[in-house]
Structure formats: C-alpha cells, structure tokens
C-alpha cells in the first residue's frame, strides 16, 4: 500500500504561479499529478518515472515542470502562468512498475481572472 500526502494547493491570479507537492510513503516506480474540473473528466496533467522520464498534456507544456526528489519520495509540479482554465481539484498519482495505482485525495486549485 501507498499512501499520498499532497499539499500546495490555493487561490492565485491568472498569470501566478503554484508548486504541488506530493509525498508518497515508500518509493514507487512512476509519480505525477492529475486533474478534475467540475463537470468534466480527470485528465492528465503530468508524470515522472523514478528516472525522470516525463510526459506533459499539451495544455501545460510550457508552463508546468514535473521533478521529483527519489530521497523522499517526493513529485512536485511547478505550474507557472496559471489560467483560469487550470481551475480544478489536483490528484496526485502513484504507480508501481507491476501497474498498481494509488491516488491522493485531491487539493483545489482556483485561478482567478
């Protein structure tokens, strides 16, 4: 079992930025952050192996960056020029190599205009 601490999470003016964090409770293979407008689908926002493979949605290519620190367990994403389009509850993600999945409880996120 993994447990996700998540934390960042807020109120911010379009154009500002936030930086995620989430911590996990032991190392896993792949970390990274998924969202959920209201009324919509969660969808991919980003993701990070343990040796730092990436992948990005198109929408925050260029203003999100994924990192992770393995010594804690920890992925951030640093999300920068924020639109109220980002508005949404923010999961982060984890997955073993063999493909098991643990979720976070969600932090908001609110990009005002």
């Known amino acids: 079992q993994v447990q996700l601490v998540e934390s960042g999470g807020g109120l911010v003016q379009a154009g500002g930025s936030l930086r995620l964090s989430c911590a996990a409770s032991?190392?896993?293979?792949?970390m990274g952050w998924y969202r959920q407008a209201p009324g919509k689908q969660r969808e991919l926002g980003a993701t990070?192996?343990?040796?730092?493979?990436?992948k990005y949605a198109d929408s925050a290519k260029g203003r999100f960056t994924i990192s992770r620190d393995n010594a804690k367990n920890t992925v951030y994403l640093q999300m920068n020029s924020l639109k109220p389009e980002d508005t949404a509850v923010y999961y982060c993600?984890?997955?073993?190599?063999?493909?098991?999945?643990?979720w976070g409880q969600g932090t908001q996120v609110t990009v005002s205009s």
């Open positions: 032991r190392s896993i293979f792949s």
């Open positions: 993600n984890a997955a073993s190599i063999f493909r098991q999945e643990y």
């Open positions: 990070i192996t343990n040796s730092d493979s990436t």
